[in-house]
């Protein structure tokens, strides 16, 4: 239902953005949020972004680096990924919800397919 994309090797300091598509899923009847995966580790709450992309939400290990926003002519959502870190590593998803932000994994109905970003020199 929902795709991640745009995932890859870069180094520290390098970028990236991501992008999330709904197939068969509308994804502008949800506030859509974005996790990570790192390997070992439970999946964490990156960013949310409401329905009408007035409001955002990040965790505080992004902040200042990473950007979370939504095109709703081509319904994408995309996440972009600033001054980027090894502990980044990991594999990213979007996911949609009903109700009000929260970037909580566990309250989210929806979820995609990863995308791995390896940050590594």
């Known amino acids: 239902q929902l795709q991640a994309s745009g995932g890859g090797l870069v180094q520290p300091g390098g970028s990236l953005r991501l992008s999330c598509v709904g197939s068969g899923f509308t994804l502008d009847y949800y506030p859509i949020g974005w996790f990570r995966q790192a390997p070992g580790k439970g999946r964490e709450g990156v960013s949310c972004i409401s329905r009408g992309g007035g409001s955002t939400t990040y965790a505080e290990f992004v902040k200042g680096r990473f950007t979370t926003s939504r095109d709703f002519a081509q319904t994408t959502m995309y996440l972009q990924l600033n001054s980027l870190k090894p502990d980044d590593t990991g594999v990213y998803y979007c996911?949609?919800?009903?109700?009000?932000?929260?970037?909580?994994?566990?309250?989210?109905?929806?979820w995609g397919q990863g995308t791995l970003v390896t940050v590594s020199s």
């Open positions: 996911a949609a919800r009903l109700g009000s932000l929260t970037t909580a994994p566990g309250t989210y109905e929806y």
